[in-house]
Nanobody, 117 residues
Framework: QVQLVESGGGLVQAGRSLRLSCAASGTIISIGSMGWYRQAPGKQRELVANISSSGDTNYADGGRFIISRDNAKRTVYLQMNRLKPEDAAVYYC?????????????WGQGTQVTVSA
C-alpha cells in the first residue's frame, strides 16, 4: 500500500523559513511528478510547485519557495523562505506513483503551516 507522509509544518513568524518533507513508502515501482499544494480555509486547493522525476520544476508563484527531491529517498521537499501570513494553509504533497497494477496520483494527509504576523 502506497503512502505519502508529510512533516515539517508548524507555527513560524512572518519572514522566517520552514522546510516541508514528504516521503513515499510502500510497493512502488517508480515515481513520476511530485508536488506541493496548499489549501487555506474557505479556498480551493492550489498548486504551489511540482517537480518531475528528472528535476524540472514548475512554480505557481516563484521566488520564495524551492521544491526539490531525493529520488533515492523517495522524498520531496519544499523550502519556504520569507513566509507571509497569507502563506498559512494546510500543505499537501502529491506524487504520481506506479505500483504493480497502475499509475495513480497519491496524496499525503496534509501538514499545517501557520504564519504569525
Amino acid at each position: 500500500q502506497v503512502q505519502l507522509v508529510e512533516s515539517g509544518g508548524g507555527l513560524v513568524q512572518a519572514g522566517r523559513s520552514l522546510r516541508l518533507s514528504c516521503a513515499a513508502s510502500g510497493t512502488i515501482i517508480s515515481i513520476g511528478s511530485m508536488g506541493w499544494y496548499r489549501q487555506a480555509p474557505g479556498k480551493q486547493r492550489e498548486l504551489v510547485a511540482n517537480i518531475s522525476s528528472s528535476g524540472d520544476t514548475n512554480y505557481a508563484d516563484g521566488g520564495r519557495f524551492i521544491i526539490s527531491r531525493d529520488n533515492a529517498k523517495r522524498t520531496v521537499y519544499l523550502q519556504m523562505n520569507r513566509l507571509k501570513p497569507e502563506d498559512a494553509a494546510v500543505y499537501y504533497c502529491s506524487a504520481d506513483i506506479r505500483d504493480w497494477s497502475r499509475v495513480a496520483k497519491y496524496w499525503g494527509q496534509g501538514t499545517q503551516v501557520t504564519v504569525s504576523a
